[in-house]
Nanobody, 124 residues
Framework: VQLQASGGGLTQAGGSLSVSCEIFRSVGSPKAVGWFRQGPGLDREFIGAISWNGGRVHYIDSVKGRFTISRDNAKNTGYLQMNSLKPEDTAVYYC??????????????????WGQGTQVTVSS
């Protein structure tokens, strides 16, 4: 395991949850950390990412204003804060790190290392 995700859980609609992603030293300093989710019967969906050095963040439209991606370089840890959660946010959430040089994109293949996934369930 090169990325260790923790957090997630169960909340009601409108609630908040967070996930952290520790990047083990074997990975080194990533170029970017991305967050994905996969709902039942659905493809893995890119929800956002942060460049590790500059801290620039991208989000998909459906989570803008509700989710916040951040990182702590000293702890080599990424964070996903989720507010105003909706039942449609229910999914397994994954963090991923890009070790290669160059820009990332929304495809899972753009990232080299993956966490084990953590369940987020939002009840109505």
């Amino acid at each position: 395991v090169q990325l260790q995700a923790s957090g997630g859980g169960l909340t009601q609609a409108g609630g908040s949850l967070s996930v952290s992603c520790e990047i083990f030293r074997s990975v080194g300093s990533p170029k970017a950390v991305g967050w994905f989710r996969q709902g039942p019967g659905l493809d893995r969906e890119f929800i956002g990412a942060i460049s590790w050095n500059g801290g620039r963040v991208h989000y998909i439209d459906s989570v803008k204003g509700r989710f916040t991606i951040s990182r702590d370089n000293a702890k080599n840890t990424g964070y996903l804060q989720m507010n105003s959660l909706k039942p449609e946010d229910t999914a397994v959430y994954y963090c991923a790190a890009r070790g290669r040089a160059g820009s990332y994109n929304f495809r899972p293949t753009s990232f080299d290392y993956w966490g084990q996934g953590t369940q987020v369930t939002v009840s109505s």
